[in-house]
Structure formats: C-alpha cells, structure tokens
C-alpha cells in the first residue's frame, strides 16, 4: 500500500510527464491549473492518466474543486 | 418532426413526439468504454412513468417548481420530463456550482422537490447554509448500498403503478426558471414560458432541422440552455437521439464521435478550443511529406468551399480528419461565449462545420446563428426567425447595445420586478452586449457595457457575486470589476477581472494584504478568479444605503488610471 507522500509523489511525476515540464519545478501545494498553465478539460485528461497508473476509477466530479496537486493525492489515496 | 404550432405546452408537444417516434432510438448513456442504457422514444416513456407517479403521489401540483440537479445523463431528461407531464416548473441547477451556491439558487427558487444525483445532495446537505431551505422530497440517483440518504429516496425505489393523468398547460405559462447568474448578489431566475422554448424550437429547427438518425452527443451541462434545447427539446421533437457521457475527459468525447457516429454536437469556446489543440498536435505529428499534402488539401478545400459548403467533397478530400470524428459529423454549434474567428476558420477549412450562435439565459437558447452562405467567421451570424434584433444608441463605428424582442424573451425574472423593468423596456431586451449589424443582417459582437464577464466555458461571471470570498481582508473598502469595464475596449477575447483595494488611510498595500487577497482568489473556482488587483487611495462613492457607486467608481478609476497599474494577484 502506498502512503499519501508516495501517492502524491507519483502524481507529481505523472502531471511533468503529460505536460512536459521538469519535475523539481512540481510541488503538492501548486495550483495546477496555474503551474502547468492548463484549463479545466487538460485538467480532465490528468485524471485519467491516473486513473491507468493507480488502477481506480475517477469520477470527473472528483476534481470538480480541487485545483492543488495535494488534495487531489489524497482523493485517490482515498480509493486506492 | 410534429408540428409545435399544434401544442400549449413543453410536456405536450415532448407527449406526442415520443409517441410519434416510439421506435426510434431516443437515449444512449456510455460511462468510459461502458454503455450503461440505451432507450427507444417507447422505453423512455416506460421509464418515465414511476417518477410522474411518485410527482403524483406527493401531490406535485400544476406550476409547482422542481429542481434538477445532475450531471448529463437520461435520468435528467426523464425527471425533466415528468416534470413538464404533471405540469410542473422546472429548475435546472447548475452541478458546477458550490453546493453553498446552489442552496441559495434552490432557496430563491422556492423548490420543493429535488431531483439529485447521489454525490451533489450529499455535498448539499453538508452545506453551511443548508438549513435555509426545506425540500418535501428529494429523489436521488446513483447512490451507493448502504449509502447515507438523508431523508432522500432512491430513484430506484420509485414504482410505476398504471397510468398517470397528464396535466396540461398554456402557452404564457412558466415552464422553466433558469438562472443566469447572481448567487452571491442579487439571483437572476429567468422565467422562460412554454411559448418561449415552443417557438425558439420551431425557429432552430427550420435552420438546422434533426432527424431520425441524427446522433447528438451531449456535453455541455443540460442546465445549460444550449443543451436543453439542442440536446433536448430539438432532438425529441425530431426523433433523433441524443448520446450521454458520464466522463466529460476529452479523450472519451473523442472516442465517442467514433464509437456512435456523432452526427451533431454543441460545444463551448474552451472544448472547441481543445479539439483544436488535438488535431494541432496530431498534424505536428505527421511526416514533412503528409503534412505538406494536408497543407495542400486544407488549400483545395478552402477555395472550393470559399462560397458555401461542399460536406461531401471536405469528406472526401480530407477523409482522415473527419474519420477521427467519426466520419458523419454533420455539425458542430457553438455558443455560450466568444469564439475566436480564427479557430472557426480552422475547423472550416477542415470541411467541419462549426455554426457560431449568440444568445443569453434572457432569451433561452439562441438570437442569432450562422448560417455559412457563406461562411463569416468574424460574426455570429444572422437573427433566427422571429428574432428581432435592433442596434441602439449606436456610436461613430454603428457599434451600439444590443436589444432584441419577439417570442423567445423571458416573462422576467423570478421575484425581480425592478430588474426585470431595467432589463425589458417596451418590450426590447437590453442585452448589456455591443455590437454592429454588418450589411447582410449579420451580428458582429464588440464587448459589454455591463460590469461582467463570460469564460470561454460559457459562464457569467458578475464581480459582485464572487467579492464575498475576499471578506476580511485587511484593507478599508475593495471592489471587483470586469477589466473591460473598467477600460471598456472593442473585443470580447480574455476578459478578465480585477479587484481595487483601497487601504486604510495613510498605509499601504502590504504584502501580506496581497498574500491574503492571493489565498482567498485560490479558493475560488479557477475560472471565477481575479487576475490583477489595483491599489486606490480615495474613499469608494456610495449611495445613502452605503452600497458602492459601481459606475461612479469605475468612471473615477477610468480617468485616473491606466491597464498597466494593474499588478498580478
């Protein structure tokens, strides 16, 4: 079982990946629609990249307030 | 398609189009690869007939109001319907909304009963406020075993027990109250009648008329009035059928056009944009040889479409563009928001044709729609039928304030005659927006004289209703305002709004102010977010009931400062 510092850890990785920045400049406090620089529907497309990586499904509505890396980790951590 | 002039009501004239298409596939709803229901206009009619009988045995009366609160799906459109068959006043809720928000929209309405998905009324019932309002019953969808209703019943659970007597309507009469914004101020509930959606139907209809075999994917929020009437009341009245999404990713739409040959489908700015974004990437993908024989059927295509559209030759032309969506796309309408002319200019030149409308929550769905003869992606085309459309007050460059009347303007707004008096005068809407009627009768759009701005994602967003989140900052007196407003300019492309500070005498703006003023914009919805903040030394105007002079203030601010003072919040 993961902990939550791995889970987030992960995401933060996954979020540099599909949105080609470097990871060092990610951390779980960021806004990330600020960050990256990404709209809502980028945002969506997070989630279901996460969703393959951590084998569980997401409601959309999941990110529907959240717009920190932290808070999303522990929405999937919550899953997991 | 059956003849709307021969009904009173919404729920009459959707009575006789599902009786009249009862073979017809009428719903599909898909979740990822799952396809989780596909109904015929004869089984959606079966599926509606339990909740009318729960309407009916909790005595839900002739203009009673009930609110929808779900995420697109049938269930909203068989509620919706059964509503309208008992004779009901729907209230479509907005499910992106704070749960806060939409207790004070439920309160205003006066709704009693609430149709909800499972996860949306449990975040209500956790709410702050939500002990303003008492709902009668609340039918949930989605909820889990085991799950913690609170007072709510399962849809699930509702029986049909035989026939229900279906309670008729007039044209005048309320069918909808829609709210077009206002929940921290002042709610602005739109009374739209039965005449209003009957007639608006007739009017898109005639302009783009659906079909048996017309597949309609629905993506914006049903709330939304695009989708209502596009996704909803047009399809039904057509027999077409409509296809749900329960994932909204951008990914799963894209596999949808595929997976259900999407005939038709309405969108925001912000999806077209990404859709845009897709095939950017995708052509940047292509090898130099591919790409220059793109570039030069993207050429081809363009001058033989110069005059009107060619659909068959685009196909054929540039068949694998139009394979990534599905291939019998017919077309696209977008609305809500501005859209740039240069991505309708792109889809265009791709042979996807992308009707560009313009309307308000005050006129139901639309006012204008393009109508490609020829293409003009630099309007939003001409007024409907029965639209009439009128510039006022134009100045040196004939760009005035909008004003429209006919058969599709709001009765007003809910419980708001003052506003309602400043909104309709002598019968003319006054839209708040500018523009110029070209030559040909078609609308050009410059900007607004209203204190307000409209995301690409199609959502008013009035400054007084978000200034609540800035409370106790530590400042003497602050104000949020449209950006344009303030320094008004002649396009509607990245609104943006700002909030003036004004600090107690003698200090200064101090970091921490900022850092405040900072935090509280995070927690607001990304796209509800100010984007600069101005500092201000003089005292706010304001009237004997020390409400702030918005006008006044935005007139002092214009004369004294420029853009530039703006600094990032």
Redesign the interface.
């Known amino acids: 079982m993961r902990t939550l510092a791995q889970t987030t850890d992960e995401i933060l990785t996954l979020a540099a990946q599909q949105f080609k920045v470097a990871r060092e400049t990610l951390s779980p406090n960021d806004?990330f629609?600020k960050t990256l620089g990404i709209?809502?529907?980028?945002a969506?497309?997070l989630?279901?990249r996460l969703e393959n990586h951590f084998h569980v499904?997401l409601?959309?509505?999941e990110l529907?307030?959240v717009?920190d890396f932290g808070t999303l980790a522990g929405r999937i951590q919550a899953r997991l | 398609m059956i003849n709307l002039k021969d009904y009173e009501s919404l729920g009459g004239a959707l009575r006789a189009a599902i009786s009249h298409w009862a073979r017809e596939t009428c719903l599909i709803e898909a979740d990822r690869e799952r396809e989780n229901c596909r109904l015929t206009y004869r089984q959606f009619d079966e599926s509606t007939r339990p909740v009318v009988h729960a309407l009916n045995a909790f005595g839900f009366g002739s203009g009673e109001r009930a609110a929808i609160l779900m995420t697109n799906q049938s269930k909203w459109l068989i509620a919706a319907y059964a509503i309208f068959f008992r004779g009901g006043v729907l209230v479509p809720l907005d499910y992106k909304m704070t749960p806060v928000e939409q207790v004070q929209l439920l309160r205003h309405s006066g709704a009693k009963t609430l149709f909800a998905e499972y996860y949306l009324w449990r975040a209500i019932t956790r709410a702050a406020n939500f002990a303003d309002i008492t709902l009668d019953h609340v039918i949930v969808t989605d909820a889990p075993a085991g799950g913690e209703l609170a007072g709510a019943t399962r849809w699930e659970s509702l029986q049909d027990s035989g026939d229900t007597e279906f309670v008729s309507r007039s044209r005048g009469d309320a069918a909808c109250i829609v709210y077009s914004s206002g929940t921290g101020g002042r709610p602005k509930g739109c009374i739209l009648t039965h005449d209003n959606y009957l007639e608006q139907c007739m009017a898109l209809t005639k302009l783009y008329p659906f079909r048996p075999g017309v597949r309609y994917l629905s993506i914006l929020p049903t709330n939304h009035a695009i989708d209502f009437m596009v996704g909803f009341i047009g399809p039904f009245v057509c027999g077409a059928a409509v296809v749900h999404l329960r994932t909204l990713r951008p990914e799963y739409i894209r596999e949808a056009f595929t997976r259900y040959r999407i005939t038709h489908v309405s969108v925001v700015p912000l999806v077209l944009k990404n859709l845009e974004r897709g095939l950017h990437q995708r052509f940047a993908e292509l090898s130099t040889p591919r790409r220059f024989l793109l570039n030069q059927l993207i050429r081809l295509n363009r001058a033989l479409t110069q005059r009107k559209p060619h659909p068959q030759i685009s196909r054929a032309l540039l068949r694998d563009v139009h394979k990534a969506f599905g291939g019998e796309l017919e077309g696209m309408f977008v609305g809500g928001a501005f859209t740039e002319p240069a991505t309708l200019q792109f889809f265009y030149d791709l042979g996807i044709l992308v009707a560009n409308g313009y309307g308000c929550t005050e006129v139901g769905t639309a006012l204008t729609l393009s109508d490609f003869l020829p293409f003009r992606p630099d309007t939003v085309g001409k007024p409907l039928p029965g639209v009439q459309l009128r510039i006022v007050e134009p100045d040196g460059d004939k760009i005035g304030e909008v004003v429209v009347r006919g058969h599709t303007v709001m009765a007003g707004y809910l419980d708001d005659a003052e506003l309602t008096a400043e909104t309709i005068r002598n019968g003319w809407l006054h839209t708040g927006d500018l523009g110029r009627l070209d030559d040909d009768g078609r609308l050009q759009l410059f900007g607004r004289r209203r204190n307000m701005i409209v995301t690409s994602e199609g959502k008013n967003i009035y400054p007084e209703d978000i200034e609540n989140a800035f409370e106790g900052l530590a400042v003497k007196e602050f104000c949020v305002f449209a950006a344009n407003y303030l320094w008004p300019q002649h396009e509607l492309a990245g609104e943006k709004l700002v909030i003036v500070l004004h600090p107690e005498s003698g200090q200064e703006i101090t970091d921490a102010v900022v850092t405040t003023a900072s935090g509280s914009n995070r927690r607001l919805p990304a796209y509800k977010r100010v984007s600069g903040y101005l500092a201000w030394e003089r005292d706010f105007p304001r009237t004997a009931s020390m409400k702030i002079k918005r006008d006044v203030l935005a007139e002092d601010i214009r004369s004294q400062l420029t853009r530039e003072s703006l600094a990032p919040l």
């Open positions: 806004d629609f709209d809502s529907l980028q969506l497309s989630l279901t499904e409601p959309d509505y529907q307030d717009s």
